[in-house]
């Protein structure tokens, strides 16, 4: 069984038909989940401390977050998302993990959770799908509370939707995009799930929220953040890295 395979059955066991429809819909956005937790472990492998201190933004339904949890039995993670449904789910999902003490939740916005953190506290900021929501100004006071808030050397992990420099090749991998969920979801008479996910999509691709590659590294250098890699890139989808 491949690692992907692994991932597909555990997850689907644990987050059910939410992580089946989102793997339907949209197949990178699970693939990016999976790489997260990917780079979690890596990171673990050498770190010699007792626990691994994560803070996870946008929990969502929990998928990220039980990538991160798996990647190392030492991580405990932060999960903040301000959407309570969402945000309930995860909690149902992780229920397990929660009882063991290895996930707390809050429900503030990334903003407020992240000032009422200690500096120089956090091994890791491990995040999917959230930092392309916010608005260019409050993304970047995210960054330089998450830059704060990290110990030296802790490590930024975002798998998220980072826009292509070339205007033009990103509006056809958009177009592209778009017509995967015209596709998938009409044959399987989920129309108002496409719905949602066009109307969210008018939104991601605003000019106040789109997270341009260059921008966005450029972002993480200003903030403070070294050893910044731009990996893993699938359409309009890839994994930041970076280290305080």
Avoid at 186 to 205: A, C, K
Wanted: with cysteine; hydrophobic share 40%; proline share 1%.
């Amino acid at each position: 069984m491949t690692s992907q395979q692994q991932f597909d059955a555990m997850f689907s066991g644990v987050i059910g038909q939410d992580y089946q429809l989102l793997k339907l819909i949209c197949p990178l956005a699970t693939e990016m989940s999976r790489l997260v937790g990917e780079a979690v472990k890596t990171f673990g492998a050498s770190a010699t401390s007792e626990d691994i201190h994560v803070l996870e933004l946008g929990g969502g339904t929990g998928i990220t977050t039980l990538s991160v949890l798996s990647a190392d039995d030492r991580v405990k993670v932060l999960s903040v998302d301000n959407e309570p449904t969402m945000q309930q789910q995860a909690k149902t999902n992780l229920q397990s993990w929660q009882e063991q003490g290895r996930v707390t939740f809050s429900s503030d916005d990334a903003l407020t959770a992240l000032q009422n953190i200690a500096s120089d506290s956090i091994d890791m900021l491990a995040s999917a799908y959230t930092l392309h929501n916010f608005e260019h100004s409050y993304r970047e006071q995210v960054i330089n509370e998450i830059y704060r808030v990290l110990k030296k050397d802790g490590q930024f992990i975002n798998g998220d939707r980072y826009g292509l420099d070339d205007i033009s090749a990103h509006t056809v991998k958009i177009q592209q995009e778009v017509a995967g969920y015209f596709k998938v979801l009409t044959e399987h008479q989920r129309l108002d799930v496409l719905e949602h996910w066009i109307i969210h999509l008018f939104s991601d691709e605003s000019e106040n929220h789109v997270m341009r590659e260059s921008v966005s590294l450029q972002q993480l250098a200003d903030a403070g953040f070294t050893d910044i890699q731009l990996s893993n890139r699938m359409e309009v989808n890839a994994l930041v890295t970076a280290r305080k």
